[in-house]
Every structure is written in structure tokens, then in C-alpha cells.
Nanobody, 113 residues
């Protein structure tokens, strides 16, 4: 299974970006999808995880970020609004297949004026 993330880039504070992540190499549906991020000098942190009908957002992104998914295409999206400089990080998509986690290669989001 391979995950390919896209959609990162540079944006000014208050702007929006939409990340996408598609899985390939499997015909099975993922039973959990999410996003994590890692800022320079910091540990990787949860952005959002959706699994088993439940969605959990990190406190710092609640109300600004929204996860959505296309289960038929094993694709997950992250709509990021009202972006702040502290959202600058490499964003990694994450999917579970049969309980095993898979990670995308990371896509850089830079929020700066």
C-alpha cells in the first residue's frame, strides 16, 4: 500500500489550503484515515483521525480544519481554513488497513506573510 499526499504550499495567514491523500496498491477499504503534522523542532502531532464513525481533531485545529473522505477511492482530504503561522508543518496522511498503519510521504504547508 502506498499513500500519495498533495496540496501543500505557501499561504498567507487567514488563507486556506486543501490537502489530498490517495492510497494505491490495495483493493481493500481503509478502516481509519487521518492527518498528522510535524513542525520544525517539534514532535509529530495529531491533526485529525477518523475511525469507526468517530472523528477526533487536535485542539489547535478544531473549528478550522475539516476532514472528508472518499471511501470508494481510498482518498482522504483535509480542508484547512483560517490558517495561522503556527500551522506551518509537514503534514502526513495516515490510513489503516487491517489494523496496520500506513503513512504518506508528507507535504509541506507554510503559513507566512
Amino acid at each position: 500500500v502506498q499513500l500519495q499526499a498533495s496540496g501543500g504550499g505557501s499561504v498567507q495567514p487567514g488563507g486556506s489550503l486543501r490537502l489530498s491523500c490517495a492510497a494505491s496498491g490495495t483493493v481493500f477499504k481503509s478502516n481509519g484515515m487521518g492527518w498528522y503534522r510535524q513542525a520544525p523542532g517539534k514532535e509529530r502531532e495529531l491533526v485529525v483521525l477518523q475511525s469507526g464513525g468517530a472523528t477526533n481533531y487536535g485542539n489547535s485545529v478544531k473549528g478550522r480544519f475539516t476532514i472528508s473522505r472518499d471511501n470508494d477511492k481510498n482518498t482522504v482530504f483535509l480542508q484547512m481554513n483560517s490558517l495561522k503561522p503556527e500551522d506551518t508543518a509537514v503534514y502526513y496522511c495516515n490510513m489503516f488497513f487491517f489494523g496496520r498503519p500506513y503513512w504518506g510521504q508528507g507535504t509541506l504547508v507554510t503559513v507566512s506573510s
